[in-house]
């Protein structure tokens, strides 16, 4: 896996020095469970894999949780070790830190008091729902499960060659996670890593498409994955303007809500090859996927390689295989 940023790509030197010092950070902080609320950028990749290569606990935490949720979380999950950006963490006056640098990043490891958390044997990631409808609850995950998922998802697309991800949602969200940027690695992909405003992100709900499109024109993706919400504003955007997209975009999978059959139909009309998909946290995200060579504009398409899944006879989708 190869990672591409706004300042270039990212040499394998350079990638196993940011490793080692993620490394060295988290060992010198003697972290067990430790929490991230970063931005998109190789820093929280190498945390990422700095954690789950010393077998602890991550907790990816969105940007856009309020204060209250972002507590929530992190007594929750027995969160001890806590890293982000050096502005954010003004939030945490009264507690050790520890200021350092990740490529260039100015970020601070911070130091909770917080009680240990009972996980199940195995746990790897914790991934907190969203809180839109409730209090953010944690899903624990283990390496196996997510990994699963990772390689059915490699198997499922590789005869589309998607060498090339544009990680266009927040690393913190699980589908991204997982679809962004561990299957890519299952098969050397490289990765487009953007900071989130150089997308068009503005918050936890903005989104300047004009500054989207630009950024997909200019660094020309294979694979992305969208908020149906997304690409309905794409899809606004270059039926208003009449802009085209890459020809190199193979697959813009499409999830985290229902999509629509019709907002389906009106991509492919404009040349968008989107495809939508289903998952859930328990089951480390993806579970069905539309395809190119077997889509139906309207479902979420056919169950991946790894999944088992079955209708029960009061109607519930029932799912296995990745839990």
Known sequence: MQIQTDQGLLSESEWQELLAEATNMLVRASAKVVATCLDNTPAFLAIDAAAQNLGLVHVPLPVFFTPEQMQHALQSAGVDTLMVTATVASNWQQAPRTDFSLLGEDLACISLASQPCDVPKGTSKITFTSGTTAQPKGVCL??????????????????????????????????????GVMAPAQIAATLITLPL?????????????????????????????????????????????????????RLVAVGGAPVGKMLIQQAHQLGLPAFEGYGLSEGSSVQTLNLPSASCAGSVGKPLPHAKVRIAKDGEIEVSGSL
């Open 142 to 179: 283990s390496t196996a499960s997510m990994l699963s998922v990772a390689k059915s998802l490699a198997v499922a697309t590789e005869s589309m060659q998607l060498s090339r991800h544009l990680n266009a949602l927040p690393f913190a969200v699980l589908l991204e996670n997982i679809a």
């Open 197 to 249: 405003a150089q997308l068009g992100w503005r918050g936890a709900s903005g989104f300047d498409v004009a500054i989207f499109h630009a950024a997909v024109m200019k660094y020309e993706p294979n694979s992305m994955v969208l908020l149906p919400q997304m690409l309905r504003a794409w899809c606004g955007y270059l039926a208003q303007t009449q802009q085209q997209v890459p020809s190199c975009l």
